[in-house]
């Protein structure tokens, strides 16, 4: 597309630095709790476009290129008082011309869900919001030989193969600037990172995501990495959206945090081929990744 196009009143554009105050004030003003910090990291790793009017912003959405085949989408907003006029439905044209020929996943909430089944998007497995008050949970015992350590800067390469293979996406632009905002531990057995999680502030409190593993007895491995932050951070308002299929949220309903939401997860495939029930999350069966980035990264 062009820099910018208009229909009507409303004018479509990309997304820069300086629109994001005004993203964030949006965002808010539907009840998301983003910071400018958070609007900022979507805008720095993917590619948004916003819609004006008498010049205000009204509606944005962000898209994410990983790799030539694969893309997600997220960050769709569009102020409650021009709804219903077709400004999501645009925006979405703007993300999906910008992508191409890529398979698409997003996470929609119930108001965006028939928009998105008329672009073609299906419905492919579910992910919760869970979040409360953080409190030193009981210990989550590792075999012998496992152990928890702080990621080192000779990481950072087995961690984006790891987190690739998890979600079945190309992670290699998306963690290095996250690791940069984020504290992070490892699961280590016997010196080789058998899996990672990572923590970092987010709207109202902090985030735990994404975490990491393989398969292990009760989701051992997973909730280890997950319960380190929550005993780290007691009284610290801690949000983990967690994809159905781990069993994890009665574990996390247990500790004290509450779901708050649930949203679905769609694909489109480029090749408009019919979506399998489920969908697969991850691209390798050895490894899980419990919570994802964001809805919008996943």
């Known amino acids: 597309m062009s820099d910018s196009t208009t229909h009507a009143l409303f ?3 990309r997304l820069t630095a300086d629109d994001l105050p005004a993203a964030q004030r949006l965002s808010a003003a539907i009840g998301w709790s983003h910071r400018r910090e958070d609007w900022g990291f979507s805008a720095h790793t993917g590619i948004g476009f916003v819609a004006e009017t008498a010049g205000a912003l009204i509606g944005t959405v962000v898209c ?16 409650p008082e021009h709804r219903g006029v077709g400004i999501g439905r645009t925006l979405l044209a703007h993300a999906l011309d910008e992508l ?3 398979d698409i996943t997003l996470y929609a909430t119930e108001a965006a869900r028939p928009l998105c089944d008329a672009l073609g998007f299906e419905v492919c497995g579910a992910l919760d919001q869970m979040q409360g008050a953080a409190f030193r949970p009981p210990l989550v015992a590792l075999a012998a030989n496992e152990r928890l350590r702080p990621l080192g800067a000779s990481d950072a390469g087995q961690l984006v193969a790891l987190a690739s293979r998890a979600s079945g996406l190309d992670r290699s632009h998306v963690l290095p600037p996250l690791l940069e905002l984020a504290d992070g531990i490892a699961l280590d057995r016997d010196g080789e990172l058998l899996g990672f999680s990572l923590f970092r502030r987010f709207g109202r409190g902090f985030l735990i995501g994404p ?3 393989g398969t292990s007895p009760d989701g051992v491995h997973a909730k280890a990495l997950i319960r380190h932050w929550l005993a780290l951070n007691e009284g610290a308002l801690v949000r983990i959206d967690v994809p159905h299929g781990h069993g994890l949220r009665t574990w996390l309903t247990g500790l004290g945090l509450a779901r708050s939401d649930t949203v679905v997860r769609m694909r489109r495939i480029a090749s408009a081929q019919p979506i399998s029930e489920p969908e697969p999350e991850r691209a390798d069966d050895s490894l899980h990744q419990f919570a994802v980035i964001t809805q919008s990264l996943t």
């Open 11 to 13: 004018t479509y554009r």
């Open 64 to 79: 994410w290129k990983f790799g030539a085949d694969q893309a997600t989408l997220g960050m769709l907003i569009v102020a």
């Open 100 to 102: 191409g020929k890529r």
């Open 211 to 213: 975490v990491v593993a």
